[in-house]
């Protein structure tokens, strides 16, 4: 059989498949006549596919006919998704560290874990720390990935993504199932938006303050990538001219003044011995002046750009995520302060601005909500998708 008819016998067995897990998501336990008759296929098909969902653990049998059976034959057994089997996998892969989330058939949060390496860190290592961390939380959890009807990866989204090449690849030959690889900042703006208190959010600008800083937009309602991918990527807009060099190869973006590392990388410049973000938070909360001073600098310089990002989109609100944002109120407080200062012309168009509701793993998060597909958010919104590894 060739190479292209394989590849269509994989996406063909895939879909029956999917409409079997499916039916069994929303009507409970089966039988496989019942399945049968609600997929519209063959007896045998359903008896093929059900075997191997049984045997990779992602269904199981919960009871028989017997009470309902009428006559004398053998009592039919009714099949159930097995609740502690993954179906959706959202993976965040950071410039230090990999988070990854695992939703089951309810959409229920079953499974979730960090693990970090270093930022010089390879590709190869990432993926290795990646997938050994989905292998320990099933090991921890019991949770079994036979079941995973998709995956979202986030990888950092700036400059060339090319070094990520074949992520997609490694998870869909790994787990057999489709994948989709996008800005990992972006999925984290999609369930910040999701989770907006206010149902009338339209427009938000988000950005992250963390290893790195990366942002996302929603504009129209709708999370949008840019022509080239680059929507939102104000991590690497220049913020202070002539300032330190950054990864992206210019000089003086935010990320130089305001991502974690450069914070901290400020204050011991200048003195002060922090190493850390629980440093970081010893010294905020005594009050630090030289730690104020690194803070509001640094605030300033995110306040500037997105004042510029605010007049240009004029959002409902401007959404600031990342540790520090929790661990240094000030940072807030002058992005908050700054931003105001920048629309004072038109007092009426300053956003709301806040605090991320979500932590670290918001990523993760929307990734799982790239999946769902439930959110008006995403309509006309693409992914790099790959599909399946085939088996």
Not at 147 to 171: C, H, K, N, T, Y
Not at 177 to 182: F, Q
Request: one cysteine or more; a negative charge; aromatic letters at 4%.
């Amino acid at each position: 059989m060739s190479t292209t008819s394989n590849g269509v016998h994989a996406l063909v067995r895939r879909s029956h498949e999917e409409r079997v897990l499916r039916v069994l998501r929303q009507n409970g336990a089966q039988s496989r006549n019942e399945i049968a008759a609600r997929v519209g296929l063959s007896r045998t098909t359903v008896s093929e596919i059900t075997s191997d969902l049984l045997g990779r653990g992602a269904i199981r049998v919960v009871d028989t006919d017997a009470v309902e059976r009428v006559g004398s034959g053998r009592p039919a057994e009714r099949l159930a998704l097995d609740p502690a089997s993954g179906q959706y996998m959202g993976v965040d892969f950071g410039h230090r560290r990999v988070n990854v989330l695992v939703a089951d058939a309810a959409h229920d949060i079953i499974a979730s874990g960090t693990a970090r390496y270093e930022e010089s860190a390879q590709w190869p290592e990432r993926l290795d720390a990646g997938l050994a961390l989905i292998d320990r939380l099933s090991a921890e959890t019991g949770v079994h990935y036979g079941a995973l009807q998709a995956i979202a990866v986030g990888v950092p989204g700036w400059g060339d993504r090319s070094s990520a090449d074949g992520v997609a690849e490694v998870f869909a030959t790994r787990f057999h199932a489709g994948v989709i690889v996008d800005n990992n900042v972006r999925f984290a703006g999609l369930a910040e938006a999701l989770h907006a208190q206010s149902d009338s959010v339209r427009d938000l600008i988000y950005l992250r303050l963390s290893d790195g800083v990366g942002g996302g937009l929603v504009v129209g309602g709708q999370l949008v990538k840019g022509a080239n991918g680059y929507a939102g990527e104000l991590g690497h807009v220049t913020a202070v001219p002539g300032g330190a060099r950054c990864r992206c190869g210019k000089n003086g973006c935010v990320e130089t003044v305001a991502s974690v590392p450069a914070i901290l990388g400020r204050c011991r410049e200048l003195g002060v011995p922090v190493d850390t973000l629980d440093d970081l938070k010893a010294a905020v909360e005594i009050a630090h002046p030289i730690v104020d001073q690194v803070l509001r600098e640094a605030g300033t310089a995110v306040g500037r750009v997105l004042g510029t990002a605010a007049m240009t989109l004029n959002p409902d609100e401007i959404v600031l995520g990342g540790e520090i944002v929790q661990v240094a109120p000030a940072l807030l407080r002058q992005v908050a302060d700054t931003v105001t200062y920048e629309l004072s012309w038109r007092t009426d168009a300053a956003p709301v601005i806040r605090p991320a509701l979500l932590s670290d793993d918001g990523g993760a998060r929307g990734a799982i909500a790239a999946l769902f597909h439930e959110s008006p958010l995403l309509a006309g919104y693409e992914a790099n998708v790959t599909t399946d590894g085939g088996r």
